[in-house]
């Protein structure tokens, strides 16, 4: 089944844990949260045990027992374990943009790869034996040293690059809704809150990037996003705090180091956002203790 939807979106930035254009998230749980968003990394989503909504752009279908996905840069979707109820494995894998600038387009040797990150404007579904074996690939990367993981990332997109077993979500390149100029001003927006929601933030001192007064800029964000600015630094804080305890952090250290100044009011917001606390959270996904986020040197 495929149709066309309206709904509010959220931009998502990939924090730049280091300088490696590959970021895992390994098992990241988030079957709770209906979380609707596009971000500038190129995705390659696997999950396994699961039969949920494939929701990408402007494509709404059903996947069954498994899913291989590989999405574009700022192409909206849903969270692929949206509702799963079933016990489930999911690995994704992130490539910063600057990848597909600055490498593939440059060395001739990959450009089947660069080919693949041109069909992912479409958005490309995996299937057969390709998703087989690239699930496997994808399922151990976890276990792998930096060298050998960014050889092993190497290597599954170029499996991928050169696989028949697939189809497209879109017969059309996914064009994202904002015009250019409004996605750079969100962009500079996000990359600002990115660099800074540890600490206090004004509005005044957000709407300056924009060269707009503080009244203005809250009419601008709202009409742009659906959303309060006050909302959307709260939802992302949040997400940073859901990150942090996925890590192994505590409750106190998660609202600190994502710039709450009160732990009452992390928990009260926190639970507004997500409908549980932030211990029943952790206790919830956090399994065996295991490190959720894995990325190169």
Not at 18 to 43: C, D, M, Q, V
Not at 148 to 160: A, K, V
Request: with cysteine; charged share 25%.
């Amino acid at each position: 089944m495929h149709s066309k939807v309206k709904m509010k979106v959220q931009l998502e930035t990939i924090s730049p844990d280091s300088k490696s254009p590959f970021r895992l998230l390994h098992h990241p749980r988030l079957n709770h949260l209906f979380y609707w968003h596009f971000h500038p990394e190129y995705e390659l989503v696997f999950i396994e045990g699961a039969s949920a909504t494939r929701h990408v752009g402007d494509s709404i279908s059903n996947y069954s027992d498994s899913d291989l996905v590989f999405i574009g840069s700022n192409i909206p979707h849903l969270n692929f374990d949206y509702g799963v109820q079933t016990e489930y494995e999911k690995e994704v894998l992130h490539i910063k943009p600057g990848f597909k600038e600055s490498v593939l387009a440059n060395i001739p040797e990959l450009g089947s790869i660069n080919a693949l990150f041109e069909k992912s404007r479409h958005g490309i579904v995996f299937t057969g034996e390709t998703k087989n074996k690239v699930g496997k690939r994808l399922k151990k990367l976890h276990a792998l040293a930096p060298f050998e993981f960014f050889m092993e990332s190497i290597g599954i997109l170029r499996e991928l690059a050169h696989s028949q077993d697939f189809f497209l979500l879109h017969e059309q390149p996914y064009i994202n809704k904002f015009r250019k100029k409004e996605q750079d001003r969100l962009r500079g927006i996000y990359a600002f809150v990115d660099k800074h929601y540890q600490q206090k933030i004004g509005i005044v001192d957000v709407a300056e990037q924009c060269n707009l007064g503080k009244e203005a800029f809250c009419r601008y964000f709202k009409k742009a996003t659906g959303n309060t600015f006050i909302n959307f630094l709260n939802q992302y804080r949040i997400s940073q705090a859901k990150r942090l305890l996925l890590m192994g952090k505590n409750v106190s250290e998660a609202c600190y180091e994502c710039g709450f100044e009160s732990l009452s009011y992390f928990n009260r917001t926190f639970k507004r956002i997500s409908g549980e606390n932030p211990s029943d959270f952790k206790k919830q996904y956090l399994v065996h203790n295991k490190k959720i986020v894995k990325v190169g040197d």
